[in-house]
């Protein structure tokens, strides 16, 4: 039987270096494959955030999508209703603090309002025991694709060509016919209008999330913003105002509080949790939660959304995440989208547009 090696031996120290390296290399590893650094074809929320910069180049200190928006604030009063399936502490009877933005879709803070019929709203509720709900809504009935990577696909679609400055029609008839998927959207866009104000239109979550109650019981959720003010129509007759949304909002507000019920979708066993391209059957039971009022709006130059990163997995107890996929890489390439632009020389508070780096 050998003696073993005295515990400062030349030995004893190989052995130990030897483990420090392993498990290094093994995080190296990790972090590299988490990165993409080792699989260049793996999508990534770089190559993800990178994609919006090659379609509509790059505006420092901005969002990488939903550039173009105004900040707003008000709070958020509960009816109580929703208590029995979340233990959430903003679905109590009482008021809840609510910083928030309108925007519009694309990376360009400088498009005109009227050049995408999709109008969002973003929200950060923050519960008096610190906790925070953030969420970012959409007025479409549906997500154009269900995954990730259909998402950068069609991204990759609609890649201006440097000849004509516009997407190659050919590309995007491609992807649409790889892409079945996209059917319900693409129904609902041929009739789309830009509308003429965001306080008329109804902001949907698209994704499924799930509730979970006191006692630990899940219930598959989405919910909806139904705008109490009547639908303004479209915006033709604005066609020569390319900020009229802001405006917009800004006289609404001078005349009062705007107010948003916010209704919750309640899944039945079988209702699909992991496609935003789906919806549910109409007869779903809904329940009224409370009553989203706004009062103040700012410009995004200097209002408090300008910091706040709408990350939808930021969700207090009582919210849960469902399996659907776009989830986590929303939450993943909005953080990407946040470290670009705040680390940037931010155009925000000047009075100097910031022009547009175009992506070789």
Same mark, same amino acid.
């Given at each position: 039987?050998?003696?073993?090696?005295?515990? +400062?031996?030349?030995?004893?120290?190989?052995?130990?270096?030897?483990?420090?390296?392993?498990? #290094?290399?093994?995080?190296? $590893?990790?972090?590299?494959? $988490?990165?993409?650094?080792?699989?260049?074809?793996?999508?990534?929320?770089?190559?993800?955030?990178?994609?919006?910069?090659?379609?509509?180049?790059?505006?420092?200190?901005?969002?990488?999508?939903? &550039?173009?928006?105004?900040?707003?604030?008000?709070?958020?009063?509960?009816?109580?209703?929703?208590?029995?399936?979340?233990?959430?502490?903003?679905?109590?009877?009482?008021?809840?603090?609510?910083?928030?933005?309108?925007?519009?879709?694309?990376?360009?803070?400088?498009?005109? +309002?009227?050049?995408?019929? #999709?109008?969002?709203?973003?929200?950060?509720?923050?519960?008096?025991?610190?906790?925070?709900?953030?969420?970012?809504?959409?007025?479409?009935?549906?997500?154009?694709?269900?995954?990730?990577?259909?998402?950068? &696909?069609?991204?990759? &679609?609609?890649?201006?060509?440097?000849?004509?400055?516009?997407?190659?029609?050919?590309?995007? &008839?491609?992807?649409?016919?790889?892409?079945?998927?996209?059917?319900?959207?693409?129904?609902?866009?041929?009739?789309?209008?830009?509308?003429?104000?965001?306080?008329?239109?109804?902001?949907?979550?698209?994704?499924?999330?799930?509730?979970?109650?006191?006692?630990?019981?899940?219930?598959?959720?989405?919910?909806?913003?139904?705008?109490?003010?009547?639908?303004?129509? /479209?915006?033709?007759?604005?066609?020569?105002?390319?900020?009229?949304?802001?405006?917009?909002?800004?006289?609404?507000?001078?005349?009062?509080?705007?107010?948003?019920?916010?209704?919750?979708?309640?899944?039945?066993?079988?209702?699909?949790?992991?496609?935003?391209?789906?919806?549910?059957?109409?007869?779903?039971?809904?329940?009224?939660?409370?009553?989203?009022?706004? +009062?103040?709006?700012?410009?995004?130059?200097?209002?408090?959304?300008?910091?706040?990163?709408?990350?939808?997995?930021?969700?207090?107890?009582?919210?849960?995440?469902? /399996?659907?996929?776009?989830?986590?890489?929303?939450?993943?390439?909005?953080?990407?989208?946040?470290?670009?632009?705040?680390?940037?020389?931010?155009?925000?508070?000047?009075?100097?547009?910031?022009?547009?780096?175009?992506?070789?």
């Amino acid at each position: 039987m050998h003696d073993a090696a005295p515990p +400062d031996s030349p030995l004893r120290r190989f052995g130990s270096w030897t483990l420090i390296a392993a498990v #290094i290399a093994i995080t190296a $590893v990790a972090f590299g494959y $988490v990165g993409g650094w080792l699989a260049p074809q793996r999508l990534t929320p770089a190559r993800l955030i990178d994609q919006f910069q090659r379609n509509a180049g790059t505006f420092a200190g901005y969002r990488r999508n939903h &550039a173009k928006g105004v900040c707003v604030a008000g709070h958020f009063d509960s009816s109580g209703q929703a208590m029995a399936y979340s233990a959430a502490q903003v679905f109590a009877p009482g008021r809840t603090p609510v910083v928030g933005r309108f925007a519009i879709p694309g990376s360009n803070p400088y498009a005109p +309002d009227g050049s995408v019929p #999709i109008r969002s709203m973003a929200l950060r509720f923050t519960q008096a025991n610190g906790q925070q709900w953030r969420t970012g809504m959409n007025s479409m009935p549906v997500f154009p694709v269900a995954t990730p990577q259909a998402f950068f &696909a069609q991204l990759q &679609a609609q890649q201006p060509d440097p000849a004509t400055g516009k997407p190659d029609p050919a590309k995007v &008839a491609a992807f649409f016919a790889a892409h079945p998927e996209t059917a319900a959207f693409r129904a609902w866009a041929k009739t789309a209008k830009p509308s003429a104000s965001f306080a008329t239109e109804n902001y949907e979550s698209l994704n499924a999330f799930v509730f979970v109650d006191a006692h630990g019981k899940r219930q598959p959720v989405r919910w909806r913003m139904v705008a109490e003010a009547a639908a303004a129509g /479209d915006a033709a007759g604005k066609a020569g105002d390319a900020d009229y949304l802001a405006a917009d909002l800004a006289e609404r507000l001078a005349r009062g509080p705007l107010r948003w019920q916010l209704q919750i979708t309640l899944a039945n066993p079988g209702d699909p949790t992991d496609d935003a391209t789906k919806t549910w059957p109409g007869d779903r039971r809904t329940i009224d939660a409370g009553t989203l009022v706004i +009062d103040a709006t700012t410009p995004q130059q200097g209002g408090e959304c300008r910091d706040i990163n709408y990350d939808p997995l930021v969700l207090p107890a009582g919210i849960a995440a469902s /399996d659907d996929p776009l989830l986590p890489a929303r939450s993943a390439a909005y953080a990407d989208s946040y470290l670009r632009r705040t680390s940037e020389e931010a155009h925000l508070t000047g009075t100097a547009a910031a022009q547009p780096e175009k992506q070789p």
